[in-house]
Structures are given as structure tokens and as C-alpha cells.
T-cell receptor, first 112, second 115 residues
Framework: DAKTTQPTSMDCAEGRAANLPCNHSTISGNEYVYWYRQIHSQGPQYIIHGLKNNETNEMASLIITEDRKSSTLILPHATLRDTAVYYCIVRGSNQAGTALIFGKGTTLSVSS | NAGVTQTPKFRILKIGQSMTLQCAQDMNHNYMYWYRQDPGMGLKLIYYSVGAGITDKGEVPNGYNVSRSTTEDFPLRLELAAPSQTSVYFC??????????????FGPGTRLLVL
């Protein structure tokens, strides 16, 4: 897996958008950008992933730069329940059967 | 869909006892995984399976065994439990397509305490 760099922690006010950045400057052409989160004591939760284009689902939006060297996860209206550690992972589809590598991630704290 | 389910949620074992952690998925995924997560640490892969009847070791397989007789179920067996196996165990499943990548979906976890 290509290396990713994320800020250690971020704060966000409830109801505001949370923008979580990730750098992945060594990403290969066939590697996807995945975002997971882990709320304390729970299993990792898949959020979203993309290859080149921006993606949106019911949880979040993923913005990938044109050169694919960085991306931003956007939680449009953060709530207290979004407080978690967020992981940006770069992974190729040919890596099925290998461990998903979670780095240190970004601890997002949402406050009222 | 229930997704990935795990039982039990919590278990206390005495040293030397054995137990089976259950994992099931209803998404018809071919890949299934067992991870463990020690406090404050990342996930480590114990075993994985690419389909019914096929399993392989991950990073930390010692002290564990798995089987995959059906697509849906992937039980993890602990033989002769040791305090070092105190951890939270997560099961995951996925499908893989070149066109969409591989997305792993995780269960809620089993907390195991070995005393």
C-alpha cells in the first residue's frame, strides 16, 4: 500500500462541515483511495472510496485532486456521533486477500 | 442485509480453555478476514479466506485455527487460550472487482479476556 499522511487531530463544531485531508503522493494508477472510521470500541466502518472522480454517498463526499496526490473527505454536517478516528487508505484491487493497513489516522472531535 | 455479524460480543476465558468465535456475512462475499486489535494499537491480520474451502495465514496466526465450509461462515478457533490472546477480534468480508476495488466490511467485534 502507498503511504498516506494525515493530520493527527482536528476539531469541528456540530453542524459544520468537517474537511479531513490526506496526502498520498506515491499513489499508483490502479490504486483506490478509501476512507474508514473507527468509533471508540466499535469495528472499523467503511465510509467511501474513489479512483479518480469525486464521489458522494449518504455519509460523505470524497474530493480527489486531479493529480491524485491528495484527497479530502467531507462530512457535510458533522454531529457528535461523527467523533472518531478517520483513516485514509490507498489500496489496489489486486491486493484482495491481504490485510487492510490502518495508519495512525486523524482523530476528529466534534463538539456542541 | 445484516452485514457481518459476530458472536459472542464478550467472553472471559481461563488460561488453557478453548472457544470458537463465530462470524457470518449475508452479502455473498468471497473474501473473509479475521483481525485482532490490542488496546491502542492497529489491526493485525490473523487468517483470511478467499472462498469456501480455502484459507491462509495472516500476520499473527499462532494459537488460532479457521475453517470455511460455507460462503457465509468463517469461525475462528482458539485452542489453549493464553493471556496474550486478550484482545478485540474483528471479522470482515469483502468482494473484489478490478472496476470497483475491494471494500472490506467489518463486524462489531468480540472482546476476549483471558485470565
Amino acid at each position: 500500500d502507498a503511504k498516506t499522511t494525515q493530520p493527527t487531530s482536528m476539531d469541528c463544531a456540530e453542524g459544520r462541515a468537517a474537511n479531513l485531508p490526506c496526502n498520498h503522493s506515491t499513489i499508483s494508477g490502479n490504486e483506490y483511495v478509501y476512507w474508514y472510521r473507527q468509533i471508540h470500541s466499535q469495528g472499523p466502518q467503511y465510509i467511501i472510496h474513489g479512483l479518480k472522480n469525486n464521489e458522494t454517498n449518504e455519509m460523505a463526499s470524497l474530493i480527489i485532486t486531479e493529480d491524485r496526490k491528495s484527497s479530502t473527505l467531507i462530512l457535510p454536517h458533522a454531529t457528535l456521533r461523527d467523533t472518531a478516528v478517520y483513516y485514509c487508505i490507498v489500496r489496489g484491487s489486486n491486493q484482495a486477500g491481504t490485510a487492510l493497513i490502518f495508519g495512525k489516522g486523524t482523530t476528529l472531535s466534534v463538539s456542541s | 442485509n445484516a452485514g457481518v455479524t459476530q458472536t459472542p460480543k464478550f467472553r472471559i476465558l481461563k488460561i488453557g480453555q478453548s472457544m470458537t468465535l463465530q462470524c457470518a456475512q449475508d452479502m455473498n462475499h468471497n473474501y473473509m478476514y479475521w483481525y485482532r486489535q490490542d488496546p491502542g494499537m492497529g489491526l493485525k491480520l490473523i487468517y483470511y479466506s478467499v472462498g469456501a474451502g480455502i484459507t491462509d495465514k495472516g500476520e499473527v496466526p499462532n494459537g488460532y485455527n479457521v475453517s470455511r465450509s460455507t460462503t457465509e461462515d468463517f469461525p475462528l478457533r482458539l485452542e489453549l487460550a493464553a493471556p496474550s490472546q486478550t484482545s478485540v477480534y474483528f471479522c470482515a468480508s469483502s468482494y473484489s472487482r478490478t472496476s470497483v476495488g475491494e471494500t472490506q466490511y467489518f463486524g462489531p467485534g468480540t472482546r476476549l479476556l483471558v485470565l
